[in-house]
């Protein structure tokens, strides 16, 4: 993967730095960069410094269906309260795609309702379960590489008996990591339509299109009750999920095409709606492989102890948000539902085909 240093981090990520990214806002780090955690092994930059603390609890044990950066499927289940979250596999529409490994947990010290890797260092990926048990994030190593992970409670996801359950207009933001072309990264938005067939079709990177930029079908994958395939030109491109975090449905996309060499991703996407964030803190984890704290106060944006920046809300398309990097000229897109699920995609100077693209997601911690 491309890899690149923290001065070209995007917005809330670069300029909000928190007791999250201690490490990291010091310099370092990069898209792809082998991360810290212990996925199956010693993480890599322990600190010997490191507190003592509390092991993990979490609102919900599981299991959770989980997907990471690249598109991997797997199911994650915390035991011992929520001490140990392991992976596992889970059905999908690509065979070996799955994750795997074992995460041993304690208590952030420092921020309620948040985990980290014991022995793990201050700016290393978190693991967090929203107060309602139906969305979290963690991070888990995938081909040497340690990835964002997002935590989707099974017994929350959408049933896929009926097409009519992915009905409706989504704001998308997606992030891709192109293997056949040097590892390239690129983020983008969507705005994201399916019938009550299945039938989808997308705008990219504009609010609507007179031809769509891409279009084909959802169907149920076999054997699964709640898991679709995403399919365009008679290629299955990914696996899909909808996830209802009580306030919201959410898409998530694990995508895995061959049509043109190899592209993965993961992709968020929210039914269109006015911009009405939760505001409350965030944990966050990164592309950059750290976690950092962003809190949103509805049409602006601060990390611990930084001043808010403002965002231009419902921009460019309806239920997004939009801010201006320290660059003056990248974008940052911002989702946040109105429970508590957060993402930021950018590409750096809006180089929407080549990237590099930045993605992060993160929920609001219980006790917050």
Partial sequence: MFKRTIETRKLVLALLCSPFAL?????????GATGSGNTGATGSNNSSGQQTASACT?????????VSLTGQVGQAQFTSGGAVLTYGSYPSSFPGNSLSGTLDLIQDPNHTGVCMDQGGANGSMRTVVQANGVIGISHAVVNGTDEPVVLLEESALVPNTSMANLAGTYDLLRYQTDTTNGGETRSSYVTFTVSGSGAWSMCKN??????????GTFNALAGSSNEFEFAAAGLVRGDSFIVNDGAAQILVNAEHDTGSGLVQGLHFGMAQAAWNPLSAPYAVNTTDATSQQ???????????????????????????????AAD????????????GFFADASNTGNNFTAGPGFFAFGVVPPGN
């Avoid at 490490?23 to 898209?31: D, R, V």
């Avoid at 979490?58 to 989980?66: H, I, K, L, R, Y």
């Avoid at 990390?303 to 920046?309: E, K, M, T, V």
């Fill in 23 to 31: 490490a990291a806002c010091g310099g370092g780090g990069g898209a």
């Fill in 58 to 66: 979490v609102t919900d044990t599981g299991p959770f269906v989980a």
């Fill in 206 to 215: 504009a609010p609507t299109c007179s031809t769509p930029t891409a279009s």
């Fill in 328 to 339: 003056g000229v990248t974008l940052d897109y911002l989702l946040d539902t109105p429970s």
């Fill in 294 to 324: 962003v809190i949103v106060y509805g049409s602006a944006v601060s990390g611990s102890g930084s001043s808010p920046i403002a965002l231009t809300t419902d921009s460019p398309i309806t239920g997004l948000a939009t801010a201006t």
